[in-house]
Nanobody, 112 residues
């Protein structure tokens, strides 16, 4: 059974940083593309960043230069380093494997 567990969310002031982690179980982690999405009330879930099994990354324009996605295949963990956070980054953040499996989400709130 595939299980993804996020951690690292919280409340931070604008300009601050947070690091999200997502631990994966029950899947051949290294063979899969993984990523982070986020969702705000009334809106669809949107891509934040993804990293392919070969290491190539892709980012939403709104987070380029501020967020960094990485993966540790040995620890079967995905990370999202978020710097220079803005109020509009406030959302529930979800990690995903191939958009087939999803974590439970972690809340990120950025205050002014």
């Amino acid at each position: 059974q595939v299980r993804l567990v996020e951690s690292g969310g919280g409340l931070v002031q604008a300009g601050g940083s947070l690091r999200l982690s997502c631990a994966a179980q029950g899947i051949i982690f290294s063979a899969n593309n993984v990523g982070w999405y986020r969702q705000t009330p009334g809106n669809e879930r949107e891509l934040v960043a993804e990293i392919f099994r070969g290491g190539t990354t892709n980012y939403a324009d709104s987070v380029k230069g501020r967020f960094t996605i990485s993966r540790d295949n040995a620890k079967t963990t995905i990370y999202l380093q978020m710097n220079n956070l803005k109020r509009e980054d406030t959302a529930v953040y979800y990690c995903t494997v191939r958009q087939l499996y999803w974590g439970q989400g972690t809340q990120v709130t950025v205050s002014s």
